[in-house]
């Protein structure tokens, strides 16, 4: 089955700590994304990638990390420089760019306390 | 700042009817359209997407692009229960994509 994984579905950490969102796909798929998603807002925007080793920031890219070593993976690093990491993180993957339709993995919802 | 402007609800219908979903974005060169549905604790799950004006049909669900009023707008006909469920617009303008908070949607059998 082609698709997009994210593991784990729920985290817990003690603030101070970094932790890393697994982002896996098989679609081979050029692009992939990670966005934020916080109760009563739309989506936005962490890191993209287009391309295997090149990523840019998103609209609130402080306080995360990615890489792009691998056209399937893309994981996220949430740093202790976050100030509210708390929330609901997706990542999507797309044909070519940011343009094309992006399909979404199922998500990890980060709790830190 | 592009922006994607969604009624946030709750839109309620009951089972069987047209529901009726609208979002207007700001860049009036924004180019392709899509329509997210999420239900509630998963991710969201493309329905349709739309480029050009006009109507765009596919089993119960439309999408409707107006670009001169910056307007798309979904219609879910022949409404069930299981599309309860929060509809995101998303539209793109040269490569960057905008998500409207969402409108939550019930359908009352």
């Known amino acids: 089955d082609g698709g997009i994984t994210q593991s784990p579905k729920y985290l817990f950490r003690k603030e101070g700590q970094n932790v890393t969102l697994s982002c896996e796909q098989n679609?081979?798929?050029?692009?992939m994304y990670w966005y934020r998603q916080d109760p009563g807002q739309g989506l936005r925007l962490i890191y993209y990638s287009q391309i295997v080793n090149d990523f840019q920031k998103g609209d609130i890219a402080e306080g995360y990390s990615v890489s792009r070593e691998k056209k399937e993976s893309f994981p996220l690093t949430v740093t202790s420089a976050q100030k509210n990491p708390t929330a609901f993180y997706l990542c999507a993957s797309s044909i070519l760019g940011q343009g094309d339709e992006q399909y979404f993995g199922p998500g990890t919802r980060l709790t830190v306390t | 700042q592009k922006e994607v402007e969604q009624n946030s609800g709750p839109l309620s219908v009951p089972e069987g009817a047209i529901a009726s979903l609208n979002c207007t974005y700001s860049?009036?060169?924004?180019?392709?359209f899509f329509w997210y549905r999420q239900y509630s604790g998963k991710s969201p799950e493309l329905i349709m997407f739309i480029y050009s004006n006009g109507d765009k049909e596919d089993g119960r669900f439309t999408a409707q692009l107006n670009k001169a009023s910056q307007y798309v707008s979904l219609l879910i006909r022949d409404s069930q229960p299981s599309d309860s469920a929060t509809y995101l617009c998303?539209?793109?303008?040269?490569?960057?994509?905008?998500f409207g908070a969402g409108t939550r949607l019930t359908v009352k059998p």
């Open positions: 998303a539209v793109n303008t040269d490569n960057d994509m905008r």
């Open positions: 679609l081979n798929h050029d692009a």
């Open positions: 860049d009036r060169g924004s180019q392709s």
